[in-house]
């Protein structure tokens, strides 16, 4: 079945950078949309970042673009998130998300085939 697989997070102080991963097995990984969301504690999930198939388009939400990086490694099956400038206000569960479709828009707006389980980041103040 198909498995997404987040990790890398955990605690870091504010201004610290951290290097999340997702992994993907039981799909055809090339052929998917990849996005990061969080989700903190009484929050509604936020979308974060988005990449295409061939990882050559991205796109950011306001609240991380120029501190966040997506990135992907189909030959590994895993989608990158590299979080620069960290703020305490970022704490939060992280996750990934898969999208097969016709566009990126939909895997921004939360549209996703498949959801990792979240790994959690600390920022801590």
């Known amino acids: 079945q198909v498995q997404l697989v987040e990790s890398g997070g955990g605690l870091v102080q504010a201004g610290g950078s951290l290097r999340v991963s997702c992994v993907a097995s039981?799909?055809?990984?090339?052929?998917?949309?990849m996005a990061w969301f969080r989700q903190a504690p009484g929050k509604e999930r936020e979308f974060l970042a988005a990449?295409?198939?061939?990882?050559?388009?991205?796109k950011y939400s306001d609240s991380v673009k120029g501190r966040f990086t997506i990135s992907r490694d189909n030959a590994k099956n895993t989608v990158y998130l590299q979080m620069n400038s960290l703020k305490p206000e970022e704490t939060a569960v992280y996750y990934c998300?898969?999208?097969?479709?016709?566009?990126?828009?939909?895997?921004?707006?939360?549209?996703?085939?498949?959801w990792g389980q979240g790994t959690q980041v600390t920022v801590s103040s």
């Open positions: 990449i295409s198939m061939s990882g050559v388009v991205t």
């Open positions: 039981g799909l055809t990984f090339s052929k998917y949309y």
């Open positions: 998300a898969a999208y097969i479709g016709p566009s990126i828009t939909p895997i921004m707006r939360g549209v996703s085939d498949y």
